[in-house]
């Protein structure tokens, strides 16, 4: 069975740090990965996707990266974090229409 | 962008009686999905409605979809505690590559008191 794990699961860093959340996929090949962010008490906000190694697409302008250097790893990642960075970031993946979500990050930029 | 709109924005009900959440939307789709959130955790999938459905059940969720009226709602039976959580639904949409995306709305937050 197929199963997706994040971390870390919390994290506080300091405004203007670095930041990276990892992401992996288990028991699938190929498949399509997904980084949002929701902010409290609101619906998910689609920030990266990727349908294969290497190929990354941004929905909204941000102070954000992702990259996909295997298969079934998707990383998040910033130079220099901000304090609207804050948020719960959630990995998903998919090989068709439904979705499947990890547990989730919960950042908390200072 | 936002494309679904749950109604109402909470719920809050007890043990035993029914939950209906209503989802509209502003596009043609191909399917709408509902999700459920647990406070803190992912989102765990439920239930995929295709467009030439109009009602489908599972376990103690039916879930229904008026294409002409651009809305669905998901109705839960017999709620227990458990069943507390936000629901959202979520429909699909096209990314500019023309891979597939879920757009979803804001949810409905569920409280059930037992």
């Known amino acids: 069975s197929q199963t997706i794990h994040q971390w870390p699961a919390t994290l506080v860093q300091p405004v203007g740090s670095p930041l990276s959340l990892e992401c992996t996929v288990e028991?699938?090949?190929?498949?399509?990965l997904y980084w949002y962010r929701q902010a409290a008490g609101r619906g998910l906000q689609l920030l990266f996707y990727s349908v294969g190694i290497g190929q990354i697409s941004s929905e909204v302008p941000q102070n954000l990266s992702a990259s996909r250097p295997q298969d079934r790893q998707f990383i998040l990642s910033s130079k220099k974090l901000l304090l609207s960075d804050s948020g719960f970031y959630l990995c998903?993946?998919?090989?068709?229409?439904?979705?499947?979500f990890g547990p989730g990050t919960r950042l908390t930029v200072l | 962008s936002q494309q679904g709109e749950e109604d109402p924005q909470a719920l809050s009900i007890q043990e035993g009686e029914n939950a209906t959440m209503n989802c509209s939307y502003k596009t043609s789709i191909n399917n709408l999905q509902w999700y459920r959130q647990n406070s803190g955790r992912g989102l765990v999938h439920l239930i995929l409605?295709?467009?030439?459905?109009r009602e489908k059940h599972s376990g103690r969720l039916r879930v229904t979809l008026d294409t002409s009226k651009k809305s669905s709602s998901l109705l839960i039976t017999a709620s227990r505690a458990a069943d507390t959580a936000s629901y959202f639904c979520?429909?699909?949409?096209?990314?500019?590559?023309?891979?597939?995306?879920?757009?979803f709305g804001a949810g409905t937050r569920l409280a059930v008191h037992p």
């Open positions: 998903a993946w998919a090989l068709s229409d439904t979705q499947y």
């Open positions: 028991g699938t090949s190929n498949p399509n």
């Open positions: 979520a429909t699909d949409g096209m990314f500019s590559g023309g891979y597939n995306k879920l757009i």
């Open positions: 409605i295709r467009s030439n459905e």
